[in-house]
């Protein structure tokens, strides 16, 4: 099942321009699909069809001039349930937060709506956005529009789902390991994680703090790009978000890739790449050679740790953020303790699911006396040489090529019982959210089962401009 709606937010304003259509119009047909489509695919966890419903009607009268003033006027979007959004539902796909009202929205979240955007549902994700196929959310399995019986991708398959089967044009995400890459590949869309620090972390609920980053869906480079200046900047809310100048993301995207330096890693090429996935990005890159681009070899010698060094700094800081929720403070409280720490086991143990707890009690070994410094300080170190790696890749080229995942959607369930093959999908992706780099998924291909295939487009510190400029002119071919 695929919803064929793939209209772009600049056809979405050309529509309002002309008076072809109303926000109101636009929303009313967006909530059909979603009720037409979600129940089969599960994408969404909340929609907020008033509040939506309001809020569009009161843009129909004005949004000719409003287009001009506010890039996202009268666009739908979803976002991913583990941001804030003050009165509505707040879940993280957990029990723990099932009933949870957050007081305030997420930065990301009020930018969007700051310029113009109609917010209408919350999407579902891995329990706290812990893996890699939107199987572990306590609230079921999302499904991918391709073909059912397949995992859309995750930890942000839900987002992706929402843009993938026509219900929005665009959706935020969070990306921690490659949560919107791989879901963007899984479902054939453009999916960015920007640098980290470009876009403001406040509100959105904590998983690994030094690799956590927000980020969009969209069938396009350019709606990525429309979307990314308006979720980036400093914001005093978030000490760790960066006082880089956000550029004009939309300029220059009709470039050609003449000149353009691309690095190829043959240690992401090597053994364990499906051979479906190799055939597409490799068609990909001869695209793109025989359009100007100059093929560079680059080298990134400590890949072969990234998953151990991941799992390692993912874990352990998961294990720090979620201390706080022990049936105290706010989210689910177990009946029946007798003491506070009963209370406390028997709170995690039914609010938390089974990766969760698994992430949880890994975390909180390699913090642990005695193998602190055999595990989390050695990997903070490996982490600072794969740094290093990719400033000396990028003095020899503009942008770097890979795969971004080992494989193909796989079907639901297929995986369920072997988390170390989930963990080893995203071998590709880590590594970028360790060394804080943007990157993004562009579609390049399709399995012989008609699923999508995505290749990673990687670029430098803050250089998302240019990073932009190469996908878009990649994405003409």
Same mark, same amino acid.
């Given at each position: 099942m695929i919803v064929r709606e793939r209209l772009t937010i600049d056809q979405i304003h050309s529509m309002y321009a002309s008076g072809e259509t109303t926000p109101s119009e636009v929303c009313r047909q967006t909530l059909e699909r979603i009720d037409a489509g979600n129940g089969r695919l599960n994408a969404l966890l909340c929609v907020t069809r008033e509040s939506a419903l309001a809020r569009a009607a009161a843009m129909d009268a004005g949004i000719g001039e409003a287009i001009t003033r506010k890039p996202l006027a009268g666009i739908p979007v979803v976002v991913k349930d583990n941001l804030c959004t003050a009165g509505i539902p707040t879940t993280c796909g957990s029990r723990m937060? =099932?009933? $949870?009202? @957050?007081?305030?929205?997420?930065?990301?979240?009020?930018?969007?709506?700051? /310029? %113009?955007? &109609?917010? !209408?549902?919350?999407?579902?994700?891995?329990?706290?956005?812990?893996?890699?196929?939107?199987?572990?959310?306590?609230?079921?399995?999302?499904?991918?529009?391709?073909? =059912?019986? $397949?995992? @859309?991708?995750?930890?942000?398959?839900?987002?992706?789902?929402?843009?993938? /089967? %026509?219900? &929005?044009? !665009?959706?935020?995400?969070?990306?921690?390991?490659?949560?919107?890459?791989?879901?963007?590949?899984?479902?054939?869309?453009?999916?960015?994680?920007?640098?980290?620090?470009?876009?403001?972390?406040?509100?959105?609920?904590?998983f690994a703090s030094s690799l956590d980053q927000i980020g969009p869906f969209s069938w396009n480079v350019r709606d990525s790009a429309r979307v990314l200046g308006v979720i980036a900047g400093h914001d005093p809310h978030d000490s760790t978000s960066a006082a880089e100048p956000v550029g004009d993301y939309l300029s220059g995207l009709d470039g050609d890739l003449r000149g353009v330096r691309i690095g190829i890693p043959a240690e992401c090429f090597a053994e364990g790449l499906d051979d479906e996935v190799r055939a597409a990005v490799e068609s990909g890159i001869a695209r793109l050679t025989a359009r100007g681009a100059e093929i560079v070899e680059v080298s990134l010698p400590h890949m072969k740790y990234v998953i151990a060094v991941y799992y390692i700094i993912a874990t352990a800081e998961a294990s720090s953020n979620l201390a706080r929720f022990d049936g105290v403070r706010y989210g689910f409280r177990a009946d029946q303790a007798r003491t506070l720490s009963e209370l406390y086991r028997r709170t995690r143990d039914l609010g938390f699911g089974d990766e969760v707890k698994r992430r949880i009690m890994l975390g909180t070994f390699v913090l642990s006396s005695g193998y602190y410094d055999a595990y989390y300080e050695k990997a903070q170190r490996v982490r600072s040489m794969l740094v290093d790696d990719f400033a000396a890749a990028f003095a020899k080229c503009d942008a770097i090529i890979t795969p971004t995942a080992p494989t193909p959607p796989f079907r639901i369930g297929e995986k369920s019982d072997h988390p170390l093959a989930l963990y080893l999908g995203d071998i590709y992706t880590v590594t970028i959210n360790l060394a804080g780099l943007p990157a993004i998924n562009l579609p390049c291909g399709m399995s012989a089962s008609g699923l999508p295939i995505g290749m990673q487009l990687i670029g430098n510190h803050f250089d998302e401009a240019r990073l932009l400029r190469i996908a878009s002119a990649a994405e003409q071919l």
């Open positions: 937060l =099932e009933h $949870y009202l @957050p007081p305030y929205t997420a930065t990301a979240v009020r930018r969007l709506l700051d /310029a %113009g955007a &109609v917010l !209408v549902g919350k999407a579902n994700l891995d329990e706290y956005a812990m893996g890699g196929s939107t199987e572990n959310s306590a609230f079921g399995p999302a499904r991918n529009p391709w073909n =059912e019986d $397949y995992v @859309p991708g995750g930890s942000s398959g839900g987002s992706a789902v929402a843009v993938a /089967a %026509g219900f &929005v044009p !665009v959706s935020l995400g969070s990306d921690t390991g490659g949560s919107i890459r791989q879901p963007a590949s899984f479902c054939g869309l453009v999916g960015l994680k920007p640098t980290y620090g470009r876009v403001s972390r406040y509100g959105l609920v904590a």
